[in-house]
């Protein structure tokens, strides 16, 4: 059963005992959006094509908010693109992006996730909160540390919504975030890169 299996947040924590919780956890954390970025996203709401796939989101929008951020901390994390993940036969598949520790030999060793994202295909974002949470299991039973704080975040490029799983409790923001609004939306997924490293020093 892949991740993508998982159509809603109440079947995967009726499966794995997770309770769900609406908090407003999450803090933002001041993030210096360069121009060049912010001329390149205008370029491409006016004059490109940005949402006709899958693909395109990924592509145009939410990755490249990620790396942006991602750049900052690349010494000590790295962000993986359609990384396949694996715990068991009920639990796998690629999420569309991961962050986790950087490996010491190269960046090409897969190491210990902190925090994915999905994108909410068709904007299901209930399908997509599906798949995630059942990805944040899957990093719990792989990193075997229950009381690590996964990270994850659902957006179909213009929207993003953020989670957290922390023991048995699913915490889901409740304010998301709009790309119309970069200076919030890189603030907060700063946030969530500082969260990681802060767990890093600590393992």
């Known amino acids: 059963m892949s991740f993508s299996s998982y159509k809603n947040i109440a079947t995967v924590a009726k499966e794995f005992q997770i309770r769900y919780v609406l908090s407003d956890f999450m803090n933002e ?5 360069p121009q060049t970025f912010r001329e390149e996203l205008e370029l491409l709401f006016t004059d ?7 693909d395109a989101i990924c592509e145009n929008l939410i990755y490249p908010v990620l790396k942006e951020v991602w750049k900052m901390y690349r010494k000590q ?3 993986w693109s359609h990384q396949t ?10 999420p569309d992006y991961i962050v986790t520790k950087r490996h010491p030999l190269t960046t090409i060793i897969f190491d210990k996730p902190y925090f994915l994202v999905v994108e909410a295909k068709q904007d299901k974002f209930e ?3 599906g798949q995630c949470l ?3 299991v899957a990093v719990h039973k792989i990193n075997n540390d229950f009381e690590q704080t996964i990270f994850g975040i659902v957006s179909n490029g213009q929207v993003w919504q953020f989670g957290q799983l922390k023991g048995d409790v699913f915490t889901r923001n409740i304010i998301s975030y709009n790309i119309g609004d970069l200076d919030r939306l890189f603030a907060v997924v700063n946030y969530v890169f500082q969260q990681c490293i802060s767990q890093l020093e600590n393992d």
């Not at 954390?29 to 959006?33: D, G, S």
């Not at 993940?85 to 598949?93: A, I, K, P, V």
């Open 77 to 79: 994390l790295t962000l």
């Open 48 to 54: 490109g094509v940005v949402n006709n796939s899958e």
């Open 29 to 33: 954390v001041e993030f210096a959006v």
């Open 134 to 136: 059942a990805e944040l």
């Open 127 to 129: 399908e997509g909160w």
């Open 85 to 94: 993940l694996t715990y068991d036969e009920n639990l796998s598949g690629q």
